[in-house]
């Protein structure tokens, strides 16, 4: 066999794998408990420094005063008992005094004023909301206070109204006596609308203006001296002592709990 052949038979048999089985199973073997002992073994983050100091800090207070402390000799001394309040009578504190760290780089004082000042914020808020909740109701309670009125305003012309006619009044005592349609018509057929026009709209602006809670007072206490009849009782009295003694007043307050 010549040289060239003998150099290339030695570079195959050294660059083969060893294949042998015996090597084979070992190494998948090993493989397998590399693998199986990174499942059991989970990875654990290192704590940091600060997380140990709060760990140590924290056991520490939560560790209650041995008997060998020295501070706790000095109290038994003077007659303290372990679980026994403090002072000549028992009646102080059981427990030491809570520890409070301060977290982070702020001066001192600065937590507590900013709890103050979100303390006062929050109670001006809540005392803004009282306001607008009570300015709320009074406006509330006034507008169906004037829807009331206007009611009531438009119910009693009709029936001051329609006592005038039963009696032949031909006019009203006051114009807002009677209802706007009645009064509008009059003044079409008087002598000052006939060579003068007026807008309908000024009329209604000039009606509206009259509806007060005045004026209907003054409407009721017309048709009750006049007619003795009451808005809110719906009767018509013989004389007023009858009125005086079937109907508790002239107007609704009287008839609160009476009329909706």
Request: proline content about 2%.
């Amino acid at each position: 066999m010549s040289d060239s052949e003998d150099d290339y038979m030695s570079f195959k048999f050294t660059s083969q794998e060893d294949i042998r089985p015996s090597l084979l199973v070992n190494r998948e073997k090993r493989k397998h408990e590399i693998f199986k002992k990174k499942l059991e073994t989970p990875c654990k983050r290192q704590k940091t420094l600060g997380e140990l100091e709060q760990e140590n800090r924290e056991k520490g207070l939560t560790t209650a005063i041995s008997n060998e402390n020295k501070g706790f000799r000095m109290l038994e001394k003077m007659g303290y008992k372990s679980g026994e309040s403090l002072g000549k009578s028992r009646s102080g504190i059981k427990e030491p005094i809570d520890i409070v760290l301060k977290q982070g780089t702020s001066g001192v004082g600065r937590e507590s004023h900013t709890k103050e000042m979100i303390s006062k914020r929050q109670q001006l808020k809540i005392k803004n909301l009282k306001r607008f909740e009570t300015q709320f109701r009074l406006a509330n309670k006034e507008r169906k206070n004037l829807a009331q009125i206007r009611k009531d305003f438009f119910k009693v012309q009709k029936i001051c109204e329609e006592l005038d006619f039963r009696k032949k009044v031909k006019d009203p005592v006051e114009e807002f006596f009677w209802t706007k349609e009645t009064i509008k018509k009059r003044r079409k057929i008087g002598k000052e609308c006939l060579y003068t026009d007026t807008d309908s709209s000024d009329e209604d602006d000039e009606f509206e203006q009259f509806v007060t809670e005045e004026n209907l007072f003054a409407i009721i206490d017309y048709i009750r001296s006049q007619y003795l009849y009451c808005l809110y009782c719906a009767i018509s009295a013989i004389d007023i002592e009858e009125l005086n003694e079937n109907c508790p007043g002239p107007y609704r307050m009287d008839h609160d709990d009476e009329v909706d």
